[in-house]
């Protein structure tokens, strides 16, 4: 930390200013070949404001110290986790195929791609969601007459409900649902992972959509997130920050599974080649939400480089300064104090951690080397 410190503060006023941070910014996010990436003004100044914590427009040593900790360290050595979303019989070639939807996609298409980054990539944690749901699910076109529909369902009878319908379920929960075909029932051969899909050894299975009562597409949370998954709790206990997320379909269970690690805080990338989905017009509109949402949308033979720290984006890095920031309680005159009455309880002190050897992701000399 010092010699990072030292080597950005060229003025020698133990402090940082906006052009050395502008400098610092230049030499953290570059892609692998050492090019930087474009950043405007204003996404640098947000950043300092940020981590300038007094808002005087000067960041001090201890206001680097959070920064350092709380946010280069991380950006340099990631810690790692790809999560493979539902790559199942019943949605490769099975009662509820994608090659069978309106995007004409094939499933088996996520194979490849997925194989090829268990076997090459260094990823810290591997993690498989599995749909595993019992014979009356909820989502299931066959089962659409032991629930009662709500007064405000569009449909009424049960039996004119044709499959890919939306309906109304009165509950409780109350509950709109798609109605699909019957698919990856527990124990049956189209709830099993494909067999040509690599599985790590130290792989991590999640199941989901094991209520009957209540559809779950992300890998997180049911779709009423009246209860969660696994996965959080795992992925958190191993200080994964990075989340690359595949499988089928796209536009449903991958997407929702990427909105929730959004949501949640993760440094979330969408691997584009590596999923495929049912409607392009969906799939396109969860790309936009996750950009929109500082993630990034990728290519499989990006993975590599970015989960090795060489190539480091900038919309990452953004969003995991929107993390720190929600950890920092700011004096009026730094325009972040807006944000102070959101701050989540049980949140690290800003000033903790400050021995950098501490946090996970590699020791503070290899990061000073990564960036100068």
């Known amino acids: 930390m010092e010699a990072c410190f030292a080597a950005f503060d060229k003025d020698e006023d133990q402090s940082i200013n906006i052009n050395e941070f502008t400098a610092l910014c230049k030499a953290l996010f570059r892609n692998e070949k050492g090019k930087p990436y474009k950043m405007d003004s204003q996404q640098i100044s947000d950043l300092f404001m940020i981590f300038n914590t007094s808002g005087d427009g000067s960041m001090s040593k201890q206001e680097f110290v959070y920064c350092w900790n709380g946010w280069i360290k991380k950006i340099v050595r990631p810690l790692s986790a790809i999560i493979v979303v539902d790559v199942q019989n019943d949605f490769i070639s099975g009662s509820l195929a994608i090659s069978n939807c309106p995007a004409g996609q094939h499933g088996e298409d996520v194979l490849e791609p997925i194989n090829r980054m268990i076997d090459t990539v260094p990823f810290d944690m591997h993690c498989y969601s599995l749909d595993w749901h019992p014979k009356d699910h909820i989502s299931f076109i066959d089962t659409v007459h032991l629930r009662k529909l709500a007064d405000d369902s569009e449909i009424q009878d049960p039996g004119k409900c044709k499959t890919y319908d939306t309906v109304v379920f ?14 990856c029932v527990q124990e049956s051969w189209g709830a099993e992972l494909h067999k040509d899909l690599k599985v790590h050894p130290q792989g991590k299975t999640v199941y989901k959509g094991v209520n009957p009562v209540v559809d779950s597409y992300s890998a997180f949370f049911d779709n009423n997130k009246i209860a969660k998954t696994v996965l959080e709790e795992i992925i958190r206990k191993e200080g994964v920050t990075d989340l690359y997320i595949c499988g089928i379909a796209t536009d449903v269970c991958v997407a929702s599974t990427a909105f929730h690690a959004l949501e949640l805080g993760f440094r979330t990338i969408l691997v584009e080649d590596a999923s495929r989905g049912i ?90 080397t990564a960036l100068v």
Request: net charge positive.
């Open 170 to 183: 009165e509950g409780p929960p109350k509950t709109t649902q798609v109605l699909w075909p019957t698919h």
């Open 279 to 368: 409607k392009l017009e969906d799939i396109n509109a969860a790309f936009a939400r996750i950009r929109e949402e500082n993630g990034v949308v990728a290519q499989s033979t990006e993975v590599k480089a970015m989960v090795q720290g060489r190539d480091r984006r900038p919309e990452l890095g953004l969003k995991l300064a929107l993390e720190c920031r929600k950890n920092i309680t700011y004096p009026l005159k730094n325009k972040n104090s807006k944000y102070n009455t959101q701050k989540l309880t049980n949140q690290p002190n800003m000033n903790a951690n400050q021995n950098g050897n501490q946090f996970p992701g590699g020791d503070d000399r290899s990061v000073y």
